[in-house]
């Protein structure tokens, strides 16, 4: 590696946590972080591959993944699209097999892929996707799926049901990483401002506990538990 990335190690993660489609994730966060110029809007698009969302019959959107060859090939079977994608490669001169190149033609393959979607229900192709093993969702507003979907309940080991002091009881997500070397700890309510001002000035910064009351006493810092006294 050189410039920017010179000097960073590159640990493969699959073999200690069990991350659902990470990597993807990463690289997109990746992307954000060591570009020097803007990325220009694209929408619901997978930045650097292919995935779009589509709007159905009956009104629901979904959101199809093509990322990987299988993915793709089992895309355009169902679809009945190879021949037009094939055609596209052709006009182009260029080759889909290449993630790159589809990013670069993702409105043209969006274009071949929307009139399938607009001419059908999920309920027409929902099983058949399924069966075939494609990445893909109805696509819901976060309102829609906290009312909808069992992921983002408790039914999900990531969450858990608290009351959050000042704000109310609402679901709160824990780490989404699984450790096979490490149990997974409950999500917990954040503490209160100030609620940890002790723990830090002792365990972090390495004062005793006179100093952490002499600075309480002259009011540099405060904690819910302390308050300080005027002066008589």
């Known amino acids: 590696m050189s410039g920017i990335l010179k000097g960073m190690r590159v640990v493969e993660g699959s073999a200690f946590v069990a991350v659902p489609l990470a990597g993807m994730t990463l690289a997109q966060m990746g992307a954000e972080v060591i570009r020097f110029d803007r990325i220009g809007k694209s929408g619901n698009a997978l930045y650097g ?44 001169g260029r080759d889909l097999n290449d993630e790159g190149v589809r990013w670069e033609l993702r409105h043209e393959i969006t274009d071949i892929l929307r009139p399938w ?18 990445t893909w969702s109805v696509f819901r507003t ?38 096979s070397a490490h149990a997974r700890q409950d999500p917990q309510a954040a503490p209160a401002l100030g609620a940890q001002t002790e723990e830090v000035l002792g365990d972090v910064v390495g004062l005793s506990d006179t100093e952490i009351s002499q600075l309480f006493d002259r009011g540099v810092v405060q904690s819910p538990r302390f308050s300080v006294r005027p002066a008589a």
């Open 49 to 92: 591959a292919y995935g779009q969302d589509f709007t159905c019959a009956c009104g629901t959107r979904v959101m199809v993944i093509g990322l990987t060859r299988r993915q793709r090939k089992g895309l355009l079977k169902v679809t009945g699209t190879g021949a037009q994608m094939q055609a596209l490669a052709k006009a182009k």
């Open 117 to 134: 979607f607009a001419a059908r229900r999920v309920a027409d192709f929902a099983a058949e996707f399924d069966r075939g093993g494609l």
């Open 142 to 179: 976060v309102r829609e799926a906290l009312a909808q979907d069992a992921d983002l309940s408790e039914d999900n080991p990531m969450f858990r049901t608290l009351t959050q002091p000042g704000l109310g009881r609402f679901e709160l997500p824990g780490h989404p990483a699984r450790f």
